[in-house]
Structure formats: C-alpha cells, structure tokens
C-alpha cells in the first residue's frame, strides 16, 4: 500500500445537508469531482454501508478515460463519509480510503477531507491539486442560494 496522502480543509458558505447530497447523488457528485478538463460518467452509486460506487473519468482533449470504484465504509447524513476506491488500471494499484467530515459553523459547513492509500505512480501533488480543483467546483455548487 502507498504512502501517498492528501488532506484538504474548506469553509463552504452552505449547510452540510447541502454538502452531504454533493457527495451522495450521482448527477452532483459527476459535475464537481473530475478536475478540470475531465468530464465524469457514474455507472453505479449504491449509498449505503457495504454499497458500491462505480464511474469514470474521461479526459476531454484526448478522449482517454480512467474508471474507478468502490465501497461505502461508514455514512453519517450530513456528517460523514468514508469510502474506498480502486483504479480498473492495474499500473495504478492499490485501495485508496477517503474520509469527509463536515460540521456547521457560523459560516457555513467546514468540510475536511483525507485521502490515504493514493497509487505510487500518483505524486501526492498532483492528487492535491485535482482535489483543489474539484473543491472549487463544489463550492460554485453548492454556494448559490437560488430561489425556485
């Protein structure tokens, strides 16, 4: 198993119920994880204890695409998450585990997230960077209060 792990903190201007469904709905979750210049497929998204995620990458220049997927280790609505995932390419192996935790505060929802068990072949900075990315995704998500 790797060394390799990234943690990341934000202070999001929004409740964590808002935050949790960015995470556990398929159609959210494919317009805010792929960084930049990817676009996202959810095959499979079985949240529950035990349940499986599944979906891919696709790199929107070249058209190559990575898949990945995983199990739900630990769910608490609104709270927590915590899950693994596992590349289909066997250059990148290995189980990574991702933990979020979310907490109200007076701003908003501070969201904090670990991910350990990254493949060798991905250097840690290039992990964080994506995750950088896709957190300010989430945000312009999940910010705007937009009235029915």
């Keep these: 198993m790797s060394n390799n792990a990234v943690s990341l903190h934000r202070v999001l201007k929004t409740s964590p119920e808002k935050v949790y469904r960015a995470f556990t709905e398929a159609a959210a979750i494919a317009s805010w994880l792929p960084p930049y210049g990817f676009v996202c497929t959810v ?29 739900y280790l630990e769910l608490k609505p609104n709270e927590f998450l915590k899950y693994t995932d596992q590349f289909d390419d ?5 189980e990574m585990t991702t933990s979020v935790s979310l907490r109200k505060t007076i ?31 989430l945000a312009k998500l999940v910010e705007p209060e937009i009235p029915v």
């Design 107 to 137: 701003a908003g929802t501070e969201i904090k997230i670990t991910q350990e068990g990254i493949p060798a072949a991905i250097p840690a900075e290039m992990c964080y960077l994506g995750w950088q990315e896709s957190l300010e995704k």
């Design 43 to 71: 095959q499979e998204m079985n949240v529950s204890v035990g349940g499986t995620h599944k979906m891919s990458f696709q790199n929107f220049t070249t058209g190559n695409s990575h898949s990945f997927g995983g199990t």
């Design 90 to 94: 066997s250059n990148l192996p290995g």
